[in-house]
């Protein structure tokens, strides 16, 4: 059972004027409800870094794309997997978890970035792209649809994007679909020619410089952790550009005491209470996507087993074998 009191002390490090007391009652006892549907179903909840602060309460697991996906390929004992992020995430899961079955409890929870990169306009950019380049290599991000990655010869996720590019036997990349993170990925590995696809996700690329020199003037000591999804003029300011588990690990070992998490405004709420005794500041943006996933959806999903995430076998298999060769170059 939840108890209201200690739910509120936790909730109210995330955002003390919307986590009230009545609130925190009522989410207690929505969390005793999936905690109740969980074990009926057999089921386990994942959920990414950027999801709603009462959502990591109930979680199993909370993770960045890789991290989940790995998971979801180990839960042997769970039937069920209740996917809390977005529409691709659940995708990944189901990917490597063929057997088990994968919901995302808001079919609606989609992503601006993965919808830059259709299929078939894949397809024919790769066609193009061989005819010029005949070693052509093609990563994309985990940020794709499985038709995409099955489409792809190595996936890769923010955490690897770099060493997955570098390992590749080819000279010339086709990256999809996240034209930052081409760019940052080109700087890094100068002897290769990165061809950006043109997408972006809305959420960094809306983050403006401006807003970390702000921050920066009053706190000089700030730690700036940047999202490699943001833009080139933000990413200059960072002490350091990773992943949102990466700026997890970084919090909890630095000794500095203030830090810029400069990515979704999800990962400063689970900052602020997984590292409590550090501060920590916001430049950050909300995903409109991410927060689709409720209390209330769960609940549903869990009483309905729907929305199922279901994927033809071939793409599956394709998908399939563009993660296993991003663990094999990594
Ligand atoms: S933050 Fe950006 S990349 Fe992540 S789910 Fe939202 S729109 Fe997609």
Redesign the pocket.
């Known amino acids: 059972m939840f108890n209201p009191e200690q739910l509120h002390k936790k909730l109210i490090l995330a955002d003390p004027g919307f986590y009230t007391f009545e609130l925190c009652e009522e989410i207690g006892q929505k969390l005793d409800r999936i905690t109740e549907l969980k074990a009926e179903r057999n089921a386990v909840l994942l959920a990414h870094n950027?999801q709603r602060p009462e959502i990591f309460e109930v979680a199993d697991f909370t993770g960045d794309s890789l991290e989940l996906s790995l998971l979801a390929g180990k839960v042997e004992k769970a039937e069920v997997i209740i996917f809390c992020g977005?529409h691709f995430m659940a995708e990944t899961a189901k990917i490597v978890s063929p057997s088990k079955k994968v919901i995302l409890p808001n079919i609606q929870a989609g992503?601006?970035?993965?919808d830059t990169a259709e299929a078939e306009d894949v397809r024919a950019r790769i066609e193009e792209l061989r005819n010029k380049y005949p070693d052509l290599g093609v990563v994309s991000y985990v940020?794709t649809t499985a038709a995409v990655k099955a489409l792809s010869d190595a996936c890769c996720t923010s955490a690897n994007a770099v060493d997955v590019i570098q390992a590749m036997p080819n000279k010339t990349i086709l990256y999809i679909p996240d034209k930052n993170m081409a760019a940052y990925a080109a700087k890094q590995i100068p002897d290769k020619t990165i061809i950006p696809w043109e997408g972006s996700?809305?959420?960094?690329h809306e983050i403006e410089p401006e807003s970390i020199l702000h921050i920066k003037e009053i706190y000089p000591d700030i730690k700036v952790l940047v999202h490699p999804?943001c833009r080139d003029d933000v990413i200059k300011l960072a002490d350091k550009a990773l992943s949102t588990s990466g700026i997890i690990k970084y919090a909890m070992k630095s000794n500095a005491e203030r830090f810029l998490a400069v990515t979704?405004c999800g990962l400063s709420d689970l900052l602020k209470i997984q590292v409590p005794g550090k501060k920590f500041y916001r430049a950050c943006k909300i995903?409109r996507?991410?927060k689709m996933i409720t209390l209330d959806n769960i609940i549903t999903s869990l009483e309905t087993l729907q929305p199922e995430i279901t994927l033809p076998e071939d793409v599956r298999t394709g998908a399939e074998r563009s993660i296993r060769r991003m663990f094999e170059l990594t």
Request: glycine share 0%.
């Open positions: 950027y977005v992503c601006s970035l993965a940020n996700c809305y959420v960094h999804e979704e995903c996507y991410m």
